[in-house]
């Protein structure tokens, strides 16, 4: 019913900055959140952000407070997560993801973005 399509990864020294876009289609009527959750080689997927669509509240994972900003644009149903400072321990494939109720597991999911903080 809704397909997330994940782009902007790639490859950044640490302290720089990138840019990561989630486009979504199909229905949106009852999308109630739309988040970042990322998995680095060997561990659990872990989530990252998070943002209410409806009217844009945020949420972040403690290790990324101040350094990662996650925005929406409704009229283009994408949203973005903006990450500065970056650092190695960033390094991990970053996934879109949707779900219809606040409280509920996440449903939707997309394929995945490399992100890799290196010199």
């Known amino acids: 019913q809704v397909q997330l399509v994940e782009s902007g990864g790639g490859l950044v020294q640490p302290g720089g900055s990138l840019r990561l876009s989630c486009a979504a289609s199909?229905?949106?009527?009852?999308?109630?959140?739309m988040g970042w959750f990322r998995q680095a080689p060997g561990k659990e997927r872990d989530f990252v952000a998070q943002?209410?669509?409806?009217?844009?509240?945020?949420g972040y994972a403690d290790s990324v407070k101040g350094r990662f900003t996650i925005s929406r644009d409704n009229a283009k149903n994408t949203v973005y997560l903006q990450m500065n400072s970056l650092k190695p321990e960033d390094t991990a494939v970053y996934y879109c993801?949707?779900?219809?109720?606040?409280?509920?597991?996440?449903?939707?999911w997309g394929q995945g973005t490399q992100v890799t903080v290196s010199s």
């Open positions: 943002i209410r669509w409806t009217d844009g509240n945020t």
């Open positions: 199909g229905s949106m009527f009852s999308i109630n959140n």
């Open positions: 993801a949707a779900k219809t109720a606040l409280f509920g597991p996440y449903k939707y």
